[in-house]
């Protein structure tokens, strides 16, 4: 984190009510690329309003969203998406049944040169051999065959979800609980994936309720509560206990 | 350095080349079994019944088999994506009854018989996908399930064409049969036109993004989603085409029989199911190839077909069609690479 640049996403009062619900109130943060970020907080304190309204599923209904120091009005999550931010879903992730070539380039094909190309042929070859090397500049790992994702462990499957956002993303990957449901062994694997995100200068917000795990790969901590931050600091100014207390709000 | 570990099974030495790897990886592959059990079923009938590898026989069993594979492959489209279309038995008969009426009202007008033919093809298909259009919107704007939805056009559609046709074939058409006779060898002409369609097909379900997103739907709509995949429109072009194909199978009906009759087709949907999971495609969706439909199709129609010829009673086809479904998904289940859901 270097204070002195620009941030590469920042939110300034952003607010957003559902009917008589305020789900956001006047949240602000600046994140940095080459950052990793910890989104934390109980049930209903607005982790997921506020990743919908980043990746452009709901707008804001007040407040400023920047992104590489441009204001954003997103229509669509294709409008962030081309903005360079790239979010993965819980229910999202991949295509059990394609193989990793095919979900790496979902929505994306690489089609064939030439005339076929121009009626929809696929380049299935290249896309294969392109999801290899952009994978392995994130430390993951495949046989390189045509295996589909679903003979893939868990936590491959979701290194692999992770891997795709960052091959995606220009500036900024969101998270949303990625090492759910994933034994100890595995979410080492996903967590050391959003190191080597880190390392390539993207900015990734991890949301999470695992705190062990946020506490262990993340740079800073912002903890919402009842849809307003409510601590926004370094990772190394957190212990366990005091987290636990921000989030719950049963601390001094 | 920081690679993630790859437990799947010792992967990494896949590509081994002995030859008996290779001949207990072509064992394991259910494309091949498929083959083995077309071929060993045709060798028994012919056992039986040496005329049953006769030009003669094999021309009739290509029409047959033609048929079937055009409304097998529109239904393998849909069931890939997750869905299921037991809308396309009736859609060949309330399209081929339309387009007897208007092939009919032509040729009343001096028509010659191949451009009356031509515009009955195109009604029928219009027909066909009009029912398609149908159940895409029940399914995309209504949000009624694929069965559901296309229940209730399974409904519909029967009893449109028996409306249609007051319970009678329309049109009687001899010129137009005696051409479901005629081709190139075992090819008859219409079975060449559907082999084109077929093949075109094919070439689109495994080697375009229309196919890909079609597999990437049927395995994950929310991933399908999320990658930027127009899901329900896509969904609404499966169901347009399959409807469109049933259209046209009712037009090689017309050409088969010389007329349009309200009871063609009718219960077609649970053959052309019944052949795409016996091909290996999953009713959950996402997995499913042509070659295994087709060898399904072929599988069924030999069977069915051959029953005749041996003179089993054909009380007993649907019988044994039923032990072949049974075996095909019982394997399905028990295969090592089938994923648990």
């Not at chain 1, 640049?5 to 789900?23: C, D, F, H, Q």
């Not at chain 2, 590509?15 to 077309?38: A, D, E, K």
């Not at chain 2, 409306?163 to 079975?191: K, L, N």
């Amino acid at each position: 984190m270097a204070p002195e640049k620009e941030p590469i996403l920042e939110l300034r009062n952003v607010s957003k009510s559902y009917g008589s619900v305020r789900a956001l109130s006047d949240v602000s943060f600046k994140a940095y690329a080459g950052e990793v970020i910890g989104l934390v907080g109980d049930n209903g304190a607005g982790k997921s309003s506020l990743i919908k309204t980043i990746s452009g599923v709901h707008s804001p209904d007040a407040g400023e969203i920047f992104v590489d120091g441009v204001q954003r009005h997103w229509r669509s999550p294709h409008d962030s998406m081309a903005a360079g931010i790239e979010t993965l879903y819980q229910d999202s992730g991949l295509a059990p049944d394609l193989t990793i070539g095919s979900n790496i380039f979902l929505g994306r094909e690489v089609k064939k040169r030439g005339p076929l190309g121009r009626l929809g042929f696929l380049d299935q070859r290249t896309m294969e051999r392109r999801a290899l090397v952009e994978l392995d500049k994130v430390g993951i790992t495949v046989p390189p065959s045509k295996r589909t994702v679903s003979q893939l462990s868990g936590g491959q499957r979701q290194a692999v979800a992770i891997g795709r956002a960052v091959m995606w993303a220009k500036h900024v990957i969101i998270l949303d609980e990625p090492t759910n449901h994933l034994g100890a062994r595995q979410s080492q694997e996903v967590l050391k994936v959003i190191r080597a995100a880190r390392e390539q200068g993207i900015c990734v917000l991890f949301i999470s309720h695992t705190l062990p795990h946020v506490l262990e790969v993340t740079d800073r901590i912002i903890v919402l509560r009842l849809g307003r931050v409510v601590r926004d600091s370094l990772t190394t100014d957190y212990t366990v206990e005091s987290l636990l207390g921000t989030i719950t709000g049963l601390n001094s | 350095m920081s690679t993630v570990q790859t437990p799947v099974g010792s992967g990494e030495e896949t590509p081994v080349t002995s030859p008996w790897r290779r001949v207990l990886g072509l064992v394991g592959n259910q494309q091949f079994i498929l083959l083995l059990v077309l071929v060993a079923v045709m060798i028994y009938f012919d056992f039986h019944n040496s005329r049953f590898f006769s030009v003669s026989e094999f021309q009739n069993l290509i029409v047959d088999l033609s048929a079937a594979a055009l409304v097998a492959v529109a239904e393998l489209f849909v069931i890939v994506s997750g869905g299921i279309d037991l809308s396309v038995g009736s859609t060949i008969a309330v399209s081929g009854v339309v387009g007897a009426q208007a092939i009919v009202h032509l040729q009343s007008h001096h028509f010659g018989e191949l451009p009356s033919l031509l515009v009955g093809t195109v009604v029928c298909a219009g027909v066909g996908a009009l029912v398609g259009t149908v159940n895409a919107v029940l399914i995309t704007k209504a949000n009624l399930v694929p069965f559901v939805a296309t229940l209730v056009t399974l409904s519909a559609g029967a009893g449109l064409a028996l409306f249609f046709s007051q319970g009678a074939q329309i049109g009687y058409d001899p010129v137009a049969a005696t051409w479901s006779s005629t081709g190139f060898w075992i090819f008859t002409w219409q079975a060449l036109i559907v082999l084109v369609i077929v093949g075109v097909l094919g070439l689109v379900l495994h080697f375009t993004s229309y196919g890909r997103y079609n597999y990437a739907i049927g395995s994950n709509p929310f991933a399908a989603r999320a990658a930027g995949i127009n899901v329900n429109r896509h969904v609404a072009s499966v169901y347009v085409m399959s409807g469109m194909l049933a259209g046209l199978t009712g037009m090689f009906f017309y050409i088969r029989i010389g007329g349009g009759a309200p009871q063609t087709g009718i219960g077609t949907e649970l053959e052309a199911i019944a052949a795409v999971v016996i091909g290996g495609a999953s009713l959950v969706g996402g997995v499913g190839l042509i070659s295994g439909t087709v060898l399904g199709v072929a599988i069924l129609t030999v069977v069915t077909d051959g029953l005749v010829f041996i003179n089993v009673s054909t009380y007993w086809n649907q019988v044994v069609v039923a032990a072949f479904i049974a075996v095909a998904a019982i394997l399905q289940t028990v295969s090592p690479g089938t994923r648990k859901r």
